[in-house]
């Protein structure tokens, strides 16, 4: 059914038109189911170049188990405002979290920012982390301190004095200028091994254009993060629609 879960069979399909280089809306298509189920499946599974039927069907199963315990454990785990879909948030924040996994965020931080990301508020405390991904205080600990590291995310006290872990609307552009930060490291060091292989031989060019290619990549990721970044902090009563016309103007 195409509402229903994904078969095992329907899985080994998906896996043989990935590989054959299909566009998820034909393999969705050829199994009478929403692009979107498609998308989310392999970005769920490993992405394109690493899904597997056999892997992605025990992993379904894995999370199906871990979902059932945790709704036998606290009924109230995951509430939802705003009339959402609980499991369609679930299964969202598990496709979000791929996504930054995939992106070079180690896994368990890139579930906390995932986690903190999708709240209205953009904030948790820690036992909140730990009830809602099911881990260890020190596992939450741990990522917190790599995410304030990068400048994703910042403690603050409440009312209560209760520390809280809260993500600023600037948390993706922190991310870009820390992309490149690191990529301007990456052309002095390619320009410090020119000195080293000594100009004009095959390895310096080599190291030549890579820096002068990291560095305009650099460069331009900088200048449009500062040219973007007023769009992070867009409210929902005033954002821009797809036709471009402020939702407040609007008949």
Not at 158 to 165: F, I, L, S, V
Request: proline share 5%; aromatic share 4%.
């Amino acid at each position: 059914m195409p509402g229903g879960r994904l078969t095992q069979q329907e899985r080994q399909q998906i896996a043989l038109g990935v590989a054959d280089g299909l566009a998820y809306a034909e393999i969705a298509r050829g199994l009478d189911r929403p692009t979107s189920t498609i998308t989310r499946e392999v970005m769920r599974n490993g992405g394109p170049t690493a899904y597997r039927a056999d892997l992605a069907h025990r992993a379904t199963e894995q999370r199906a188990r871990r979902h059932r315990q945790a709704a036998t454990r606290d009924p109230k785990a995951y509430p939802q405002a705003h009339g959402r879909d609980a499991e369609a948030v679930r299964a969202y924040e598990e496709t979000f979290t791929t996504v930054l996994i995939q992106s070079g965020t180690p896994k368990m931080m890139a579930r906390v920012l995932a986690c903190l990301t999708l709240t209205d508020t953009g904030s948790l405390t820690a036992s909140e982390l730990v009830q809602h991904l099911q881990v260890s205080p020190a596992s939450v600990s741990k990522a917190i301190a790599y995410l304030e590291s990068q400048g994703l995310v910042r403690r603050e006290r409440d009312a209560r004095r209760r520390e809280r872990y809260v993500v600023d609307d600037d948390v993706w552009y922190e991310s870009m200028m820390a992309s490149a930060r690191a990529t301007a490291h990456l052309v002095a060091t390619a320009r410090q091994g020119v000195g080293v292989l000594g100009p004009h031989t095959p390895a310096a060019t080599r190291l030549e254009n890579i820096a002068r290619f990291a560095d305009f990549v650099s460069e331009s990721i900088a200048r449009a993060a500062e040219q973007a970044r007023d769009l992070l902090h867009a409210k929902p009563e005033t954002a821009p629609d797809r036709a471009g016309t402020p939702r407040s103007d609007r008949a």
